[in-house]
């Protein structure tokens, strides 16, 4: 089974620059994740799907971030403009849970790690 | 304020010794919690799941604890190999959609 494929690995740009990250979750995964992770820190939730729909952006940046998951598969994170703080890797993630059932294991993918100078 | 607590410091044992990693959480009723593995420069990858009525759960060489009176995790690798060095997550799932993870712990095992 393949896994969860992100694009691209890393990335440097400058301050208030634009930048987008892609993921391919594992088919047939309803759910998709995005998390930000700082180094020495754990994953933070940006935001969830569930197919093409959001089920949790509460710790998205709104002013900057966007996401989208176009027909409910493949997605896209975007920043715009870029600050120094959002340094981080970048991990999309996607599981098998479907409404009202007990959540499932996340697979991961390798992250993209954003440098931002 | 709510939070999850894993140990900060590495935790460096040696070949053949179990390691025991803590996870204390405050202000959470988790439905169920997760242990995953993240190595440097990869994603993390899912080990095990215990829920909240559960108080032990098993896989090969790895064990959890559930302890929701102490609003505690214990996870323990038995014959702890140099290949288990990693850092090590632990997550809440608080129930809907909402999933929250621990900073996680550094371990080393040296041969």
Redesign the interface.
Known sequence: EAG?AQSPRYKIIEKRQSVAFWCNPISGHA?LYW?QQIL??????LI?F?NNGV??DSQLPKDRFSAERLKGVDSTLKIQPAKLEDSAVY?C?SSN?GTGL??????????TRLTVV | SQK?EQNSEALNIQEGKTATLTCNYTNYSP??L?WYRQDP??????LL?IRENEKEKRKERLKVTFDTTLKQSLFHITASQPADSATY?C?L?LGG????????TRLFVKA
């Open positions: 969860v759910t998390y020495g820190q754990g994953p933070k939730l969830q569930q089920v949790d991990l993630a849970i007990m959540n499932t294991e996340a697979f991961f993918g390798q992250g | 999850i439905a169920y997760q420069g990869r994603g993390p990858v899912f799941l997550l997550a799932h959609f909402k999933t929250i993870f621990g900073a996680g």
